[in-house]
């Protein structure tokens, strides 16, 4: 697990903020995300980071 939480740490870092705005408005999972643009626009990157990477690491556990 330790392994796939990093390739997945590594990922997220990886992408633009225009591509972690768009996963977090589409993202379709356990965890019920409901943001708008103009709220993710005020963001900071890292936290737009930490939310795409929670969500991500909710769907991992799930399917693991």
Known sequence: MSGDFEKLCSEVTAMSRN?????????????????????????????LRHVLLAALSVESRRHA
Not at 22 to 39: A, P, S
């Open 19 to 47: 591509e972690i705005k768009r996963k977090l408005l589409h993202f379709r999972g356990k965890v019920k995300i409901d943001f708008t643009e103009t709220y993710l626009d005020n963001m900071t990157l890292d936290k």
